[in-house]
């Protein structure tokens, strides 16, 4: 083979990857597209001849249909966004994905169920609500964020120094590991939450949006929780060194901030986040088993990904923007297309996500916030 071949092969290849990656970039953007102009003609007459050939029985969205879609999206969405900014902040101190996080998110929603179960038993989840709420919510955050820090004594800090494609591998075996603990413990059988109260759970009209109590409530503790965090990161001493360590540990520790106290922290809080989207997701869905966090967390680094690793504002961002999606593509882009069982397609549209944010924007929506050794 002579040397000319040898030199030239590469080059094809590179240009034939090109040209699939532009093929399913025209693909793609081209059915959104057609899905949407589609959805639209739908809306003004179902009977239209698009919507004959590919969907017989087309019929338009009300507007109390589309603001119903709009308030899920983005009740579910806060919930990735929790979960992604544990993600977020691992990767941005130590620089690899923990896998192992969504189990986090499980303990903090399973603690909830074994709390609530004890308070309705008892009699106090009827008579004094708000109070097992709050408490359920203290022991979902302190046992998430005990199995964090306990994660990272134990599996993670005996490995920093390691390449890390190991402690990668070890975050799965982790993520295994407690599903199969918790398995032992309570069985596979899924638990329920017990009925929430009838002014928790009721309709109210906000903005002519009609919204369930539940979900309010997630978007507001949400809303708290991620307000609370930037302000820990950005206004305090504490986030200041989480800052710094994620900069540069060496420098950092050079200038005397202590680096493992830095990552516990860093651990703990991400566990903190984890434990109050795992209650709210058992009180908006009130059911919890071994493998909840699998899904969830595999959606939340999603999102992290989508709004850019490293970033938390992108790691909330893209939670919400894929909880969004997640909730109205299906029917404003896939069912006018005549695709079948649109409802069971949330996670193939939150996986298109982040493809189409990979393809246009590999940094994610808000960019990437690495360390000096990763932009290296």
């Not at 909330?316 to 397609?345: H, N, R």
């Amino acid at each position: 083979m002579s040397a000319h071949t040898i030199s030239t092969n590469p080059v094809k290849r590179l240009i034939s990857v090109d040209r699939f990656l532009t093929f399913i970039r025209i693909f793609l953007v081209t059915m959104i597209v057609v899905g949407f102009l589609a959805f639209i003609w739908q809306q003004i007459d179902a009977d239209n001849p698009f919507a004959r050939w590919r969907n017989p029985g087309a019929r338009g969205l009300t507007g109390d249909q589309f603001k119903g879609l709009i308030v899920s999206g983005l009740s579910q969405g806060s919930m990735y966004g929790l979960i992604a900014l544990g993600y977020s902040m691992v990767y941005g101190v130590l620089g690899f994905i923990n896998f192992a996080h969504g189990e986090v998110f499980m303990v903090g929603a399973m603690t909830g169920f074994i709390a609530s179960d004890k308070f309705q038993a008892n009699g106090m989840w009827e008579s004094n609500f708000l109070l097992c709420l709050a408490l359920i919510i203290v022991m979902a955050i302190f046992f998430s964020t005990f199995t964090a820090v306990v994660m990272e004594r134990v599996a993670y800090r005996p490995l920093r120094s390691s390449p890390r494609l190991i402690p990668l591998i070890t975050s799965i075996g982790v993520s295994f590991f407690i599903q199969n603990f918790v398995l032992g413990l309570f069985g596979p059988a899924t638990k329920s939450y017990p009925r929430l109260p009838e002014w928790l759970s009721k309709q109210r009209s906000i903005f002519t949006f009609e919204i369930a109590g539940t979900r309010l409530l997630v978007l507001a503790v949400a809303a708290v929780s991620m307000t609370a965090l930037w302000y820990f990161v950005e206004r305090t001493k504490t986030g200041k060194a989480m800052r710094a360590v994620a900069e540069d540990k060496e420098i950092a520790a050079l200038m005397g901030i202590d680096v493992n106290r830095t990552i516990v922290t860093t651990f703990a809080v991400g566990g903190a986040m984890a434990g109050v989207g795992g209650i709210l997701w058992g009180l908006m869905f009130r059911s919890v088993t071994h493998m909840t966090g699998f899904l969830p967390g595999v959606k939340a680094f999603t999102a992290a990904v989508v709004g850019g690793i490293g970033n938390l504002g992108g790691a909330m961002a893209g939670g919400i923007s894929l909880g969004s999606a997640e909730s109205i593509a299906p029917l404003i882009i896939l069912e006018p297309l005549g695709v079948p069982g649109v409802s069971q397609l949330k996670d193939a549209v939150a996986f298109t996500v982040l493809v189409l944010v990979l393809l246009f924007r590999p940094s994610g929506l808000f960019g990437e916030r690495l360390s000096s050794e990763d932009r290296a």
